[in-house]
Structures are given as structure tokens and as C-alpha cells.
């Protein structure tokens, strides 16, 4: 064992609530995955678990993560039960989740995880999050585990001495750039895709990884992505001003989310389309895209300020905490109209 290794293991127990690389009898691989986004070792106890922690590396969505951070623990018929979360994260939008890694087999199989699954999300709930699962069929889609563990591998090509050099280079490209015009930049050779690669991996630019890599592959700046973040989080109702290549302006009223993109409707009267991330990425960084939310942001600030104190814009937690306590809730979170106020921790049919 080395002392990198040494250190790692008795630093565990201090960070982590158990510790999924040192357990002996599993059959599984452990080990420890270095994050880019963490900046610390995180240990997996399967490889399916690894190859969660990579995706997270890259995800624009995730700020933050964690594995193995806690333990829940409640009583269900007077026997302790404990639940132990894969993965905790923050998106950049504040929400806070907890996720199971688990191979879909195993999950159709045992679908309730024994029957603590409705205690677990309740456990989720009450510290204002929320539970998923999040199977192999996902975390294994290609390309973008590929692109992934390529991102990750071109970070040992990046030296400190000619960073600079580099960043300078590339950045005098007009973006949104690609990768062949970003490498060709460099100097046209493999080692410098490999490069650009390198740089995306650690946040200086952004690409689309659920696409195959290629020289047309759409390169962006890092802080362009990070200006996305919020605004392409679209709600219904919402509407986006987008410029096309000959300045002309149209309105698009956002109807719902699809995945990896958004249905919305023309102003115009024309028939609704699915917008893709990509699509909106390429036009916000741009800067041919205006965000019109429909929410309190886009009103005046009277109306605003009196919409603010309706029930509707109260966080949830304070909502369903409220009707818990009038009756209108069973002990689970669900909804009963047929429960009587005043009748709080009874248990409804549900239960």
C-alpha cells in the first residue's frame, strides 16, 4: 500500500459516512476516482460507479458532488433501517439531489429497494432534495461516456508552462468555434486536439458530448457556459427572442421540456418544434438569444412584490410542512382529501 493510499483510507472515515473502496468480500472493483470537479479522490465501489463520477466531472449542470456523504436512519416497525446515498449533488440552479447508482436489472428486480424506497424519499424530502435513480442504461450511453473518459485522459497532455500560451491562442478565435479550427490553431497535429480537449476537460471551453467528437464538433467558452446555466433553465410559459443569420427577430413561447431540448411555439402562428441544447447553445453563444422569463423577473416590481406573497411562491418545503400540520397530508407527503384537520401523523389508506 502506499502512503498516497494509506492516507486516502484513514482519511475516509472522516469524509465519508462509510467507506465504499475498503470493503473486503465485495466482488466488485473499488478504488478511487480523482475529480476534476471535486478537486479530491473519490472512491467507487463498482466500476458502473466510477463511470457515474466521470459523467459528473462533466456535467454543466452539476456544481457540486459528493459520494457517500451520509446515512439516513428512521424506524419502520419498530426495526432500525439505514440508507446510505451513491452520490450527492448540487445542480447550479441550487437543487440539491441524491442519486443511486444501480444496474436496471437489479432495479426491476426490486423496485421499492426492499420497501424503503418511499421512507428514502421521504428522508430526501425533508432536507429540501430529492431522489433518483440513476441506472446503467443512462450512465452507459455512448458516445458521451467516450467522450467522457477521452476528456479525462487528455488532461495529463496540458503543462503548466505553455497554458498560457495556449489559452491566448485559442481565445483569439471567433466563437463559437470548433474543435478542427481550434487544433489547427495550435498547429493542426493530434496532439493538438488532444489539447483542446485537455482545456474542455478542465473548464476553459465546452462542447456537446452526446455527440461524436470530430472536427466540426462546436466549441465555447467556459464562462459562455456558465452564463447558460441559468438562462437555459426554461420554465412553461417563458419566451425567447432569437435573432437568425440575416438579424431578423422571432418570439418562441416555450410550451414544455423535451429531452435534451425544449417544444416551443412561433409567435408567428407557425406549427411548435423541438428547439435541442445544442441549438440554443449555438445561438446564446452567440448572442443571438434573449431569455423573456414568465416569472416574477419579468414583471413590475408592484406586481412582483405582490405575486411574491401569494401561496404559489412560497418554497415547497414550507408549503407541504403547512399542510402536514392542517391535515391535508398523511405521514408519507401525499395528499388526502378525504383526511379530517387536525388529524396529523394518522395514518391514510395509502399507508
Known sequence: MTDKSARLRSDATVRFARNPAD??????????????????ALPYESLLERDALLLLDFDPDVAQF??????????????QRRYTPDIRLETVGGEVIYRQVKLATRLAADPTLGGRLPAIEAECAARGARHEMWLDTDIRRQPRLSNARRLRATVAVLAAENLHAIHTTITRLPFPSNLGAAA?????????????????????????LERPLDDDTVL???EECEMNATPMRFQQGDTLSIRDDQGQVALWLVIERKRRGYLMRPQSGSDARTWSDDEIDIVYGARRLTHHPCNADGLPKAIAETLEKTWEFWPEEIRRARERAQGHLCTHGRRDSRRA???????CRCC
Open 220 to 222: 465555447m467558452r467556459g
Open 184 to 208: 489547427e490553431a495550435l498547429g493542426g497535429r493530434p496532439v493538438h486536439v488532444n489539447i483542446v480537449l485537455g482545456l474542455v476537460a478542465v473548464g476553459e471551453f465546452a462542447m456537446d
Open 23 to 40: 470493503r473486503p468480500g465485495r466482488r466488485s472493483c473499488t478504488g478511487w476516482y480523482q475529480s476534476i470537479k471535486a478537486g479530491d
Open 341 to 347: 384537520p387536525n388529524t396529523y401523523g394518522r395514518l
Open 66 to 79: 459528493g459520494v457517500q456523504r451520509e446515512t439516513f436512519v428512521w424506524t419502520d416497525a419498530g426495526r
